[in-house]
């Protein structure tokens, strides 16, 4: 571990990191940060001149400069690789107006997973009022309209309103605007039949032809009689697309512990990888054949990245797995840290937003912990059989990357899946004979010469697949749920994870303080965020279809609603509480603080002459006479709950601006938080 941490590329990468967090946290002005990367370039070759000529006196500063220029390098790549930083994007048009209708071109780039409403595709606005522009933009599309007719590389001519992605509307929900930000995704259009023409075909993409393909290997298998899990599954495993995948069997996976299956990784490149060196080996036997089959691997597996949607997890794989191919071309096997290491630099390097994505970080934290837990687990016991020693090499593997993502995944996900060992133990020894058997079985297709017994037994293969997974899935009692970690949480366990690990290795006493350190450091996190969790008061109204007002005294939360929802479990996750009541909507007052809230329902009443409140919370759109209640109450706030009519909402915004009442509306600004 010490050797990898004072490997120069690990250190010149974490640097570049650095500098991609600041480049996305902070506003950097372009002018500026050009006139620093000369200053710093200058500086750079200025201490590497001293170095050489008075090694003793400059090497630390030359170092020092080296480091700050990879910072340096890591906000310039995502200032200068974000869209909105040029000119040329849609959004700095002068003639672009938010929800004003716009006449543009936009190119379809990607089909994404749709909803119970529309179907969904990420495009490229081609040109905006007749002018050229770039950018990315989400298009919803209403289910029933086109549906079969668009495709990858289709342009459309459209007149309509650009909105803004909304932002999470309530407190630790999934916040989409985040992550299509992280996308380089800022606004959405909503379209129907009536705004759209489709334009004659213009010039092909590669991701025009890789969906062409992906299209026609689908017809064929259909063609063969493959059914819709089954064919998910291979759009999955094999061709990186998880849209068609049913949201039960999706569920099914994750509670099994074996989503990583369905993503196309390094695991599923490893395998092709030595299936292309089986086919191009008889290539060595002729002069510079080494180098064709070398050429020929890595141009196929870049394909096979772009076919299956250049996802994360796959660019990592090719990249990581493209370095090893040229080291055995080289005679060379590089050491698996600097290729892990090497293919980080250039993919942040080239695509810095890849940083911010789940997949990638997790890819890189299980392959990383495989390399370094693996062995140490499996050197604690061999067997000489070989079924045993095989069996025991895979759990050790499960087990390590469990190390590696477990508080991650944890962060991210708030379960741990029990039987995770389980699933892997079940599936992964056959994973290599399956994506085999899908690439044969799909070339086959292609050709029309698939014969109906092998599309058979690979469709019976796919759905006991399918079977043993939700049988894994259905020990639910081994499925912990609602786990609440926070990021400084989640650091500590990760320090205490490697300080364990590494007394392990060598139990020295030094190292034995450093993990015990790490320990007292997880428990005064614990201690601090449990004072923090008990010293909380806060009086919430969420912002949902259902009326939900939530009272919080520290640990213990109550909840007034006719219907508990996801909102609920998403705020007790987030704030680390499990203890909560669910008591139905039929109380009127609350007293919080200095502050006395009435409630008025869909009865309209709120005459309480015993009653003096400060604030109005509207639900379930009352026909009152806001003006009148309002000269009546005298509230000095006025509050109104996503249960409200959109007319009703607007009508309440004008009479309380009249009134000169502040008005707060859920739907627009989140949900209403008193402490």
Known sequence: MIKFLKFVPIQITFFLIIGILIGNYFAINVVQL?????????????????????????????????????????????????????????????????????????????????????????AIVITLDEENTVGKILINIKKGNLKNQLFVDDELLVKTEFRAIPKQLNPYGFDYKKYLKNQQIHHQVYLNNSSILKLPKQSKTIYGIAASIRKSINQSLIKNGFKENELALINALLLGQRQTISEDLLDSYKDAGAIHILAVSGLHIGVILLLLLFLFKSLHQFKYGKLIATIFIISLLWFYALLAGLSASVVRAVAMFSALSIGLQLNKPSNIYNNLVISMFFLLLFHPFYLFEVGFQLSYLAVFSIVWIQPKLYNLWISEIWFFRKSWQLFTVSIAAQFGILPLSLFYFHQFPGLFFVANMLIIPFLGFILIAGIVVIMLSLSNLLPQFLATFYEYVLKLMNEIITWVSGFDAFVIRNISISVLAMLGIYLCVVFALK?????????????????????????????????????????????????????????????????????????????????????????????????????????????????????????????????TVKPKLIIADGTNYKSYLKRWKNTCIKNKTPFYSTSQKGAYILK
């Not at 006196?57 to 310039?76: E, H, K, P």
């Not at 609920?568 to 009127?588: L, Q």
């Not at 007052?589 to 919370?617: M, R, W």
Request: charged letters at 20%; one cysteine or more; hydrophobic letters at 40%.
């Open 503 to 631: 007394w392990f290795e060598k139990r020295t006493f030094q190292r034995l303080i450093l993990f015990l350190s790490t320990i007292i450091f997880l428990q005064s996190i614990y201690f601090f965020e449990k004072y923090q969790r008990q010293s909380e008061k806060e009086f919430i109204v969420f912002n949902a279809k259902e009326s939900i007002i939530a009272i919080r005294k520290g640990e213990e939360v109550q909840f007034i609603t006719s219907k508990a929802v996801n909102t609920i479990n998403d705020y007790t996750i987030g704030i680390g509480v499990k203890n909560y009541k669910i008591s139905e909507a039929n109380k009127k007052i609350f007293h919080f603080k200095n502050e006395t809230i009435l409630v008025v329902d869909s009865l309209g009443f709120y005459n309480f002459n015993s009653v003096k409140p400060s604030i109005i919370l509207l639900q379930q759109s009352p026909k009152i006479n806001l003006n009148r209640l309002i000269k």
């Open 34 to 122: 050009m006139f620093v990367c000369c200053t710093v370039i200058l500086l750079l070759v200025v201490s590497n001149f001293l170095a050489n000529k008075y090694l003793k006196y400059f090497n630390s500063l030359f170092t020092s400069f080296v480091f700050l220029t990879s910072v340096i390098i890591g906000i310039s790549t995502i200032t200068f690789q974000n869209d909105l930083n040029t000119t040329k994007h849609y959004s700095n048009q002068e003639n672009f107006k938010m929800d004003v209708p716009v006449k543009s071109i936009l190119k379809l780039r990607k089909e994404l997973k749709s909803n119970t409403n529309y179907n969904k595709y990420e």
